[in-house]
Nanobody, 127 residues
Framework: QVQLEESGGGLVQAGDSLRLSCTAS????????IGWFRQAPGKEVKEREF???????????DYSDSAKGRFNISRDNPKNKAYLQMNSLKPEDTAVYYC?????????????????WGQGTQVTVSS
């Protein structure tokens, strides 16, 4: 079992960059795939938007169309961390951002298949 905690959110201006961190505690982080999702204001939990995922060894990554070209996912297994680098932020990127862990490395873009979630970090982008 792992516990996840996101950090690095904040209030930024359009065009700025942020790097979100996902720090894991517990055992086995290096074996989990990690996904990043976001929940925009007024949206339900079931409407969380997939952004990016990375396999257990970092070799396989996947990005949504909204993230491709602006966001980059990475991980540092010895440090029990995963990251989401976000560039050229837009007001529509305003949301609570979550990381999630997938024990079997099969969840991909499907939020319902992730085993563990963090509490989220708020990102607000002003115009």
């Amino acid at each position: 079992q792992v516990q996840l905690e996101e950090s690095g959110g904040g209030l930024v201006q359009a065009g700025d960059s942020l790097r979100l961190s996902c720090t894991a505690s517990g055992r086995g982080f290096s074996g989990y795939a990690i996904g990043w999702f976001r929940q925009a204001p007024g949206k339900e939990v079931k409407e969380r938007e997939f952004l990016a995922s990375i396999g257990w060894n970092g070799r396989i990554t996947d990005y949504s169309d909204s993230a491709k070209g602006r966001f980059n996912i990475s991980r540092d297994n010895p440090k029990n961390k995963a990251y989401l680098q976000m560039n050229s932020l837009k007001p529509e990127d305003t949301a609570v951002y979550y990381c999630a862990a997938d024990f079997l490395n099969i969840a991909g873009r499907d939020a319902s298949k992730y085993d563990y979630w963090g509490q989220g970090t708020q990102v607000t982008v002003s115009s």
